[in-house]
């Protein structure tokens, strides 16, 4: 384990994948996108993205990383020296990483919410509580700048801290404990769900899609939703990619990775919306659902306090299995250009990173009526938190992956990239190649001029 830039096997690279791309996008987000756009309907266009675009397009992403073997700035200089790509690609880094900062900074504070949910927890405050009691709750918890900006800042810490540490003695020693964990913690609440829940409707709601609520806006939420939960059009999964260890199959652990974070989403679903239907609860809560459905159901089971305990802080690692991916491909690219130890830049970004997630935790109190570019309809009603999440999730990094696309597939050599795959099927290159060049960029462009 002499080289600390590189995943000490490719057992630790998947596992470390995998922990990347699930976290509360999968348990959080998917949910509540899920309930906001139609159950089923929203779930067929998610997971269909996620097996024909998600998977080539994060193959297409690691290749160029493993490709460069720097951060997606570096990586882009290496490539224009190496491949011949142009120079100005080193620009849409720089787009890139500021994107992953920017949504970091609202990620973390999220994430503080589940710290706030487990001390909560194990004080008893979350014991015996009905739809009413749950929904206020979470709405002092939304109207208390003070509490939410505690759970940040320790949630910022604990990422920086691993950060700083680096690779091997951070990343892979966090990771290798936190993910078959959370993956226990969420097959025992889906059985939880299957017997008190209401999980037949649940069923329904999931996995019986009504055709007619298959809107462009639910196209765009759904691709919006695979790109961020992989994580791709940013540089993250180029960053791992680029720490690959020799021999990796690229295809095949892409394919692993999709498959774990789609199952990840659905095993959310099967856990939460049973709760959510058994209580009478909206599916349409929006952000806040998780934390209104879950405790009323930990209210109900002999030692609850625990058990939520527990899975809120399970929740918190698997938040955090995501923020050091996500802060790692920022700080890759500081530490190659800063004359500055790893620790020093890292635990100034921390500080950095903490101080504009604020704009964040205002969004949900003092600044709830703030509307910064109101003057956009798409974006008529839409706080800072909000307008974030929307250039972020549904904007840039969909148009990031199709320019990872097209960079893999027309800008560099065909045979060295099929090299680097490592695949010997001439079919199943060619399939990549033809999503990649052709199907990929035409269908996520196609997607958001309807959406303008």
Request: net charge neutral; with cysteine.
């Amino acid at each position: 384990m002499s080289n600390t830039k590189t995943w000490s096997s490719n057992y630790v690279f998947l596992l470390a994948s995998i922990g990347s791309t699930v976290g509360l996008s999968n348990i959080w987000k998917f949910t509540y996108l899920a309930g906001e756009n139609g159950g089923g309907a929203f779930v067929l266009v998610y997971l269909l993205v996620l097996a024909l675009l998600g998977i080539p397009i994060l193959a297409a992403e690691m290749v160029i990383g493993k490709r460069g073997g720097r951060s997606m700035v570096g990586t882009l200089q290496v490539l224009h020296l190496k491949d011949g790509i142009a120079r100005n690609w080193k620009w849409f880094g720089w787009v890139a990483m500021v994107t992953v900062f920017l949504i970091l900074s609202f990620y973390c504070v999220i994430a503080g919410w589940t710290l706030d949910y487990t001390a909560t927890s194990v004080a008893g405050l979350l014991n015996q509580l009905n739809r009413e009691t749950a929904t206020t709750f979470f709405n002092e918890l939304m109207a208390s700048p003070g509490r939410m900006m505690i759970g940040q800042g320790i949630f910022v810490l604990a990422t920086t801290w691993i950060v700083a540490k680096g690779i091997q003695d951070g990343l892979e020693r966090s990771i290798g404990w936190m993910m078959p964990t959370l993956f226990v913690i969420l097959l025992g609440l889906v059985l939880y769900a299957m017997v008190f829940g209401e999980f037949s409707a649940t069923l329904r709601f999931l996995f019986q899609p009504d055709f007619s609520k298959i809107t462009p806006a639910v196209f765009l939420a759904a691709f919006g939703q695979a790109f961020f939960s992989l994580g791709i059009g940013v540089g993250v999964m180029l960053t791992y990619g680029a720490y690959m260890p020799p021999g990796t199959h690229v295809l095949k652990s892409a394919a692993i990775i999709a498959f774990s974070d789609g199952l990840a989403s659905v095993l959310a679903g099967l856990a939460i919306f049973p709760i959510v239907f058994k209580y009478g609860l909206s599916p349409a809560e929006g952000p806040g659902l998780i934390f209104m459905t879950l405790p009323i159901s930990f209210g109900e089971i002999p030692g609850g306090g625990f058990i939520g305990a527990f899975f809120f802080l399970l929740l918190f690692f698997a938040a955090l299995t995501s923020s050091i991916s996500l802060l790692e491909s920022i700080i890759s690219h500081l530490e190659e250009t800063l004359p500055f130890s790893r620790a020093r830049i890292t635990w100034v970004s921390g500080a950095l990173l903490w101080l504009i997630g604020l704009a964040t935790v205002f969004s949900f109190n003092d600044w709830k009526s703030f509307y910064p570019l109101g003057f956009l309809e798409p974006l008529k009603n839409k706080t800072i938190f909000e307008v974030i999440d929307y250039f972020g999730s549904n904007l840039l990094m969909p148009a990031g992956g199709i320019l990872m696309a097209v960079m893999a597939g027309w800008l560099l050599p065909g045979q060295a990239i099929r090299n680097d795959l490592l695949t010997t099927s001439t079919l199943q290159f060619r399939l990549w190649q033809f999503i990649v060049r052709w199907l990929a960029p035409l269908a996520v462009a196609a997607l958001m001029v309807v959406n303008l």
